[in-house]
């Protein structure tokens, strides 16, 4: 079994920054990806950033320039630097790691409010 423990959200300015984290633990093999989602009120989950071990990042066009999301398969932690942050990216921001051979497992979610 596989969990994720995320830390760093809260409450923000407009234009302020934040960064969240996520350590995996447990029966882990080997690591393919690693990646920051987010639901926002009313809407589908979706896609913030992606790590792929090996393989480099992907971000949605929504944050391309403003978030940076690292990671480190030895340590099995993902981080994500949010900068310039909106109220439009307020939601609550999940971690998810899929492994190899196969699984795919959720942190239980971390708010982020960004709010003058």
């Known amino acids: 079994q596989v969990q994720l423990v995320e830390s760093g959200g809260g409450v923000v300015q407009p234009g302020g920054s934040l960064r969240l984290s996520c350590a995996a633990s447990?029966?882990?093999?080997?690591?393919?990806?690693m990646g920051w989602y987010r639901q926002a009120p009313g809407k589908q989950r979706e896609l913030v950033a992606r790590i792929i071990s090996g393989a480099g990042t992907n971000y949605a066009d929504s944050v391309k320039g403003r978030f940076t999301i690292s990671g480190d398969n030895a340590k099995k932690t993902v981080n994500l630097q949010m900068n310039s942050l909106t109220p439009e990216d307020t939601a609550v921001y999940y971690c998810?790691?899929?492994?190899?051979?196969?699984?795919?497992?959720w942190g239980q979610g971390t708010q982020v409010t960004v709010s003058s």
């Open positions: 447990g029966n882990i093999f080997r690591i393919y990806a």
């Open positions: 998810n790691i899929e492994l190899i051979p196969g699984g795919i497992t």
